[in-house]
């Protein structure tokens, strides 16, 4: 029997290889707006891996508008851009903007998945405040909330 090496690189899956934000960036979808930049994509993956550790996480769209809508959580929502087909995350952000929680896109949903420690792509993630990574997460939570809306 043959062992097999498991190894979580940042984008998740090996025979993938790595690509740069600016390659990521022409995969993305027309409708992933806000985009973050390079320099808050870095931040809020990192602010995904801490959460995760923590258990301050919620990934998957249910459980996610569960999240929002009946438990009235406050936090950040990241998505990921190269999701397909859209629809199944176009009305995540609309219940966002009702609920005042800032949301954002990143270019990658293997990269996002990565950072939450699972193997498959995770197309949404809701980070909540925890005191252990406080400033992260003030500092995330105010560049999102800056990014300009769509209209």
Not at 27 to 53: D, I
Not at 90 to 101: A, F
């Amino acid at each position: 029997m043959t062992e097999i090496e498991i190894s979580s690189g940042l984008n998740g899956d090996q025979n993938r290889p790595e690509s740069t934000y600016e390659e990521q960036i022409q995969c993305v979808g027309v409708f992933a707006q806000p985009m973050a930049s390079k320099k808050l994509t870095k931040r809020l993956y990192k602010l995904a891996r801490k959460a995760k550790r923590v258990k301050k996480t919620d990934v998957g769209i249910k459980a996610i508008l569960k999240a929002i809508e009946k438990k009235s959580v406050s936090g950040i929502v990241i998505l990921a851009g190269d999701i397909s087909p859209f629809d199944l995350i176009s009305h995540v952000p609309l219940v966002c903007e009702e609920h005042d929680i800032p949301y954002c896109y990143v270019p990658s949903k293997f990269d996002l998945g990565a950072c939450v420690s699972s193997v498959t792509p995770i197309p949404i993630v809701f980070i909540t405040r925890d005191e252990q990574y406080g400033d992260l997460y003030d500092k995330c939570y105010t560049a999102v909330d800056a990014l300009p809306l769509p209209l």
